[in-house]
């Protein structure tokens, strides 16, 4: 495999060649398919340099705007199909959020209670720094109307897991960062259309309720089909009958629906109540996918490792996608977009490590904070954004700030592991300096002792 991703380096350096000479001589039929080629290549191939291998996730990302910006139409429709369906997008970015969910656990909700604290600061900052922030360049860039909306939107989502990789990275306080990431998910359903509401409903028509169902659907349900699998893992006999209880009731339920229970329910309930049905339908759902997804691990055991890779696959897809869609406005303010989404980054990691200082908190809970606060949950956006059908305007945020949010993240996690390590050396050589005063103390006090008995 090293070998191989060797040869795709090779590969990419060769297509580099050929973008410049299509480049120079303006051929379009030239440069473009060798600038999709070294993107593809260069990602697998910067496998094999130890310094990049840990970008190679954000190469992937990069690959899909590549992509996206120079064959727009290959990825909008597929025949008579639009990529674009709001269903469509909305099984995959459940399905990205399932991935993710396959690496939380329901013991990550116990760490409230040892760092209660500090996650009451973490959320704190989470849904004030970031929304504020990205109203601020709105109003300072002054982007159209739903492009404007997106930055908003991606400052005003919940941190994703991405987080908690960085935060591991950066030897900093895991259990907080866990803990912040499952509790702001809890409370994203009502926070993020609050805030959308507040700060960007003058620009794009907020449905408070609808954006609310809209994230349980794709965020607390996926999730919770996740959950249902770790629950699984440590199940008694009495657990598994009420599994298969509920599995049943859910499977005769949702098999009634096509066949006419929810046109008679139609007829019975109001609006609201059927779409409060509709998500109890999603529920049902989830219980069976989580049920299901368990009784395959017994028999694939390292399905849970290849989740992960699904859910890059998937965020890869809503990435060329948004972009596809998106591509005139990103050639009008891709830049501009670019800059915007630095500084929103940026300031979520000065102001949730500056203020988690401020409010006591201790270096490593700090850092966390500030991971928490930087590193947005794009695919939630992106999938709010597809329920909207403006998956190219206000979707555009989401697919320039999450690339970049990877390479700064890994950046600033690095650095910050480098600082922890000699921070906790130095903590040791203190310790060790501690113990050495200890002892000349104690041997003083020895030989005063026994000069004292020996004038006696």
Known sequence: MHSFRRFCLLIAFAAFAVVLTGLLKSDASLWQPAAVAMAVTAAIGIGALNALKNYQYTAWIITAVVAGMIYPTAFLHWGEFDLRNKWLILVVV??????????????????????????????????????????????????????????????????????????????????????????ATLIAPFMTPLLMKLLAGTLIEIKFINMMMEIIKIVIVPIG?????????????????RAKLIALV??????????????????????????????????????????????????????????????MFGIVYFTTVTTAAGRDNLLKVGFILFLASVIHNVAGYFFGYLLSRVFGLDKRSSRTVALEVGLQNGGMASGLAGSMGKLGTVGLAAAVFSPWMNISGSILANYWRKRALQEEIKGEKIDVDQIREENIAEEKIEDDEKLRKAKT
């Open 94 to 183: 459940q399905l990205v959020m399932f991935g993710m969910g396959i690496q939380m656990s329901m013991r990550d909700f116990k760490g409230l209670a040892s760092s209660g604290k500090g996650v009451m600061i973490g959320l704190l900052c989470q849904f004030s720094v970031m929304p504020l922030m990205g109203y601020l360049l709105t109003r300072v860039f002054h982007f159209e109307t739903e492009i404007a909306a997106g930055i908003i939107l991606i400052g005003s989502c919940s941190s994703g897991l991405a987080s908690n990789v960085m935060v591991y990275i950066a030897r900093a306080n895991l259990i907080l960062s866990v803990t912040i990431t499952a509790m």
């Open 250 to 311: 859910a499977t005769i339920w949702l098999l009634l629906m096509p066949f006419g229970l929810w046109t008679t329910l139609e007829e019975i309930f109001s609006v609201e109540a059927m779409a409060s049905l509709e998500l109890l339908n999603f529920f049902g759902g989830a219980f069976l996918v989580g049920l299901c997804y368990h009784l395959c691990t017994l028999k694939f055991p390292k399905l849970d490792q290849l989740m992960p890779y699904l859910s």
């Open 225 to 241: 089909a996740a959950l249902i699998h770790d629950h699984l893992k440590r199940a008694t006999s009495r657990d598994w009958r």
